[in-house]
């Protein structure tokens, strides 16, 4: 299992937004895709954080307290420099920095730092699932 890479099974396909993007337009992305969060990135397609389910919560927390939703942008509730991880890792590295940080997802970049896919919850069991399956054979 140790030798399961990151790139074998993270999703390549990542979903982001800007730090100027609109709450409005992230929920409504997260609602149609069915995704449970968006990786944020700058001008140079490097992540600089992360907007999450946990961060909806924040979100609403807020509104109830009389936040104009208009005013909202990502940047003012996402979690700024997210823990990333390396294309070059095994899954194994990356599941013990995933429990040590107590995150359920990680943004996956190459050397120079830029977004190459995300590492999900679902992403980590279809890795072992399927390294266990190849074991049995």
């Known amino acids: 299992m140790r030798d399961v890479w990151i790139t074998d099974v993270m999703t390549r396909e990542v979903t982001t937004c800007m730090p100027n993007t609109l709450l409005t337009d992230v929920v409504k992305q997260l609602h149609t895709k069915k995704f449970s969060c968006l990786v944020v990135i700058n001008e140079h397609h490097k992540p600089v954080g992360i907007i999450t389910e946990r961060d909806m919560v924040t979100i609403l927390a807020d509104m109830l307290a009389d936040v104009s939703w208009d005013s909202l942008s990502v940047e003012n509730f996402m979690t700024p420099d997210p823990l990333t991880i390396l294309e070059d890792h095994t899954l194994f590295e990356a599941v013990e920095l995933i429990r040590e ?11 120079n730092n830029e977004l190459i896919g995300i590492l999900t919850q679902t992403d980590i069991i279809n890795g072992y699932y399927h390294a266990s399956v190849a074991m049995a054979e």
Request: charged fraction near 35%; hydrophobic fraction near 35%; aromatic fraction near 0%.
């Open 101 to 111: 940080e107590g995150i359920r997802r990680a943004p996956v970049v190459n050397r």
